[in-house]
């Protein structure tokens, strides 16, 4: 299952996207802005895992995550 976790390299984020990462069938989507030690640390460990950055007051980081989800479909 694809998964999208808005702000999912730290606080509850982190936590949700591990937990979701901790199972293999689920295939996880993140996005992180200021936290890119914490995000690569994710993938590492996660090989189900990508990282995504963005900053949700951006434009062209909204086109992309949208283009992303639409692509999922």
Do not use: H, W
């Not at 936590?15 to 690569?40: G, M």
């Amino acid at each position: 299952m694809n998964i999208f976790v808005s702000g999912g390299a730290s606080g509850l984020g982190l936590e949700i996207t591990r937990i979701l990462a901790s199972q293999s069938s689920n295939f996880i989507y993140f996005t992180y802005y200021k936290s890119n030690d914490s995000a690569l640390a994710i993938e590492k460990s996660f090989p189900n895992t990508k990282k995504i950055k963005c900053n949700f007051q951006n434009y062209d980081d909204l086109n992309k995550i949208c283009k992303l989800i639409n692509s999922m479909n």
